[in-house]
């Protein structure tokens, strides 16, 4: 049987459908990139934002449309929010699946393929209840655990330290979709590294919600996420490791001195703020201040003053006032970040947010507030890009640039194309080289920049990790 496997949302989905891809494989699927001849449809899907769900609910709706009867799977965070009640809209659907019980993706297929609908998750976490580590699913391990590590971008690999969370921000649904915090054993995570990196994944990205409150604790043992980095930047072959998405009050010096101490641990930091204001840190349930997120950037610059930090903002979340607004875009411009994703508030259902809090700041505010945040971030976006001029920056080449109609630096060469790289502070940069410098490793010197982008000119290298 073929199967097409669509993904939206975060890493942590675009890496279960990696795993998924492998275990179908694996189980004598054959995957599928032409969505017409599939005989099984998979989304893999985000509920996050309401954005995210409408795109899952059109895209079902399309396939309502298909007159040809196959196999259709709804998986992860909105098939564990909505559960069977999809099937009220959608009865067309097989297979409901939950981000916990992935690893039966392919004995659910097979049911399918005998008449006999499956819905997967934990009724629990679907009606918003918190559940606890030690109620937790025991198949943390085991979708991960099967990797095939050849499947995948030849040069980079995420892996997944943990799952769930357990900070309850008032806004987000992860709690209560992906289910309590628990961390995977050192050792696997090891195995798992050590097998990607032999297999020429020489870039890996440490994927949790919040990825540094990793811990893991077993008899007398306690092991700190600053402990695991440094054990898996010492696997041979592991030429970036990278780590995303960070909490600020988990981020401890000891976390800042494993990456001062050790090269190829990536000078990268993604730690959302969300807001710059004390009254709204405090209604979003963030478990800091404005003063203690400031510490953590001052504390981040002096361990690591070549460090790239990017942010995420939430505007108009609700009893947001002007001046907690200008906090959010003081803080932009006092932390430089390189980047920032600025979301519009929308209550989530099932979140604390949704049930307690009023959705009072109306919608044209939050869009202009949103604009303004945008404006100040391009602004000390394009200031931090620039100040790469001149520089040599060692890139990851991914391949040939999206950005291809519109070149920069062309090359007479006729085998040149424009081509897009990726530095250790995650700066996209183009340049022009031929295609086979995609997967590898090469040196570039940076002629100008915009807000997002740095462009720059080949100049050698080409290994590979
Ligand atoms: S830290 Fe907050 S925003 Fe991040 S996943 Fe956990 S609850 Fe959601």
Request: aromatic share 8%; net charge neutral; hydrophobic share 35%.
């Given at each position: 049987m073929?199967?097409?496997?669509?993904?939206?949302?975060c890493?942590m989905?675009?890496?279960d459908?990696?795993?998924?891809?492998g275990?179908?494989l694996?189980?004598?699927?054959?995957?599928?990139?032409?969505?017409?001849a599939?005989?099984?449809?998979?989304?893999?899907?985000?509920?996050?934002?309401?954005?995210?769900?409408?795109?899952?609910?059109?895209?079902?709706?399309?396939e309502?449309?298909?007159?040809?009867?196959r196999?259709?799977?709804v998986?992860g965070?909105?098939?564990q929010?909505?559960?069977?009640?999809?099937?009220?809209?959608?009865?067309?659907?097989?297979?409901i699946?939950?981000?916990g019980q992935?690893?039966?993706?392919?004995?659910?297929?097979?049911?399918?393929a005998?008449g006999?609908?499956?819905?997967?998750?934990?009724p629990?976490r679907?009606?918003?209840?918190?559940?606890f580590?030690?109620?937790?699913?025991?198949?943390?391990?085991?979708?991960?655990?099967?990797?095939?590590?050849?499947?995948?971008s030849?040069?980079?690999?995420?892996?997944?330290?943990?799952?769930?969370?357990?900070?309850?921000?008032?806004?987000?649904?992860?709690?209560f979709v992906?289910?309590?915090?628990?961390?995977?054993?050192?050792?696997?995570i090891y195995q798992?590294?050590?097998q990607?990196?032999?297999?020429?994944?020489g870039?890996i990205?440490?994927?949790?919600?919040?990825v540094n409150?990793?811990r893991?604790?077993?008899?007398?043992?306690?092991?700190?996420?600053?402990?695991?980095?440094?054990?898996?930047a010492a696997?041979?072959?592991?030429?970036r490791?990278?780590?995303?998405t960070?909490?600020?009050?988990?981020?401890?010096?000891?976390?800042?001195?494993?990456?001062?101490?050790?090269p190829?641990?990536?000078?990268?930091?993604h730690?959302?703020?969300?807001?710059?204001?004390?009254?709204?840190?405090?209604?979003?349930?963030?478990?800091?201040?404005?003063?203690?997120?400031?510490s953590?950037?001052?504390?981040?610059?002096?361990?690591?003053?070549?460090?790239?930090?990017?942010?995420?903002?939430?505007?108009?979340?609700?009893?947001?006032?002007?001046?907690d607004h200008q906090a959010?875009?003081d803080?932009?411009?006092?932390?430089?970040?390189?980047?920032?994703?600025i979301?519009?508030?929308?209550?989530?259902?099932?979140?604390?947010?949704?049930?307690?809090?009023?959705d009072?700041?109306?919608?044209?505010?939050?869009?202009?507030?949103?604009?303004?945040?945008?404006?100040?971030?391009?602004?000390v976006?394009l200031e931090?890009?620039?100040?790469?001029?001149?520089?040599?920056?060692e890139?990851?080449?991914?391949?040939?640039?999206?950005?291809?109609?519109?070149?920069?630096n062309?090359?007479?060469?006729?085998?040149?194309?424009?081509?897009?790289?990726?530095?250790?502070?995650d700066?996209?940069?183009?340049f022009?080289?031929?295609?086979?410098?995609?997967?590898?490793y090469?040196?570039a010197r940076?002629?100008?920049?915009t807000?997002?982008t740095l462009?720059?000119?080949?100049c050698?290298?080409?290994e590979?990790?």
């Amino acid at each position: 049987m073929n199967v097409y496997i669509e993904t939206l949302g975060c890493q942590m989905n675009r890496l279960d459908s990696e795993l998924i891809t492998g275990q179908l494989l694996a189980a004598g699927y054959e995957i599928t990139d032409d969505l017409e001849a599939a005989d099984v449809f998979l989304i893999n899907t985000c509920s996050v934002r309401a954005q995210a769900e409408n795109k899952v609910y059109s895209r079902l709706g399309r396939e309502a449309a298909i007159k040809r009867r196959r196999i259709v799977g709804v998986l992860g965070c909105l098939a564990q929010r909505r559960g069977a009640s999809l099937l009220k809209r959608y009865p067309f659907v097989d297979i409901i699946c939950g981000p916990g019980q992935l690893h039966a993706l392919g004995e659910m297929i097979r049911h399918a393929a005998k008449g006999e609908r499956t819905v997967a998750c934990d009724p629990d976490r679907r009606d918003g209840r918190a559940v606890f580590a030690s109620e937790g699913n025991s198949s943390i391990d085991s979708l991960d655990h099967d990797r095939n590590a050849s499947v995948g971008s030849p040069a980079q690999a995420y892996v997944r330290i943990m799952r769930g969370c357990d900070k309850f921000c008032t806004y987000c649904i992860v709690p209560f979709v992906r289910g309590p915090e628990i961390s995977r054993s050192p050792e696997a995570i090891y195995q798992e590294v050590k097998q990607l990196a032999d297999a020429g994944r020489g870039e890996i990205t440490l994927l949790g919600q919040t990825v540094n409150s990793y811990r893991y604790s077993a008899g007398d043992t306690s092991i700190r996420f600053s402990d695991l980095l440094e054990r898996l930047a010492a696997i041979g072959g592991v030429r970036r490791l990278r780590f995303v998405t960070s909490y600020p009050t988990d981020f401890g010096g000891d976390i800042l001195q494993t990456m001062r101490d050790l090269p190829n641990i990536c000078r990268y930091i993604h730690c959302p703020p969300q807001s710059g204001s004390d009254r709204i840190l405090k209604a979003m349930n963030r478990k800091y201040t404005r003063a203690q997120y400031d510490s953590f950037i001052d504390r981040a610059y002096d361990y690591l003053p070549d460090v790239t930090i990017a942010g995420d903002f939430i505007v108009g979340f609700p009893g947001e006032r002007e001046s907690d607004h200008q906090a959010s875009a003081d803080l932009i411009r006092r932390s430089r970040f390189k980047n920032s994703f600025i979301f519009k508030y929308s209550a989530r259902p099932g979140t604390v947010g949704a049930k307690t809090l009023k959705d009072d700041v109306p919608f044209e505010v939050k869009r202009e507030r949103n604009r303004e945040l945008l404006a100040v971030q391009a602004e000390v976006s394009l200031e931090h890009f620039r100040s790469f001029t001149g520089r040599q920056v060692e890139l990851l080449v991914e391949g040939p640039s999206p950005l291809a109609g519109k070149p920069i630096n062309v090359s007479d060469d006729p085998n040149c194309v424009q081509m897009l790289g990726r530095t250790s502070g995650d700066h996209i940069t183009v340049f022009q080289g031929p295609e086979s410098l995609a997967g590898q490793y090469v040196n570039a010197r940076v002629t100008g920049a915009t807000a997002f982008t740095l462009f720059a000119e080949f100049c050698g290298g080409g290994e590979r990790s």
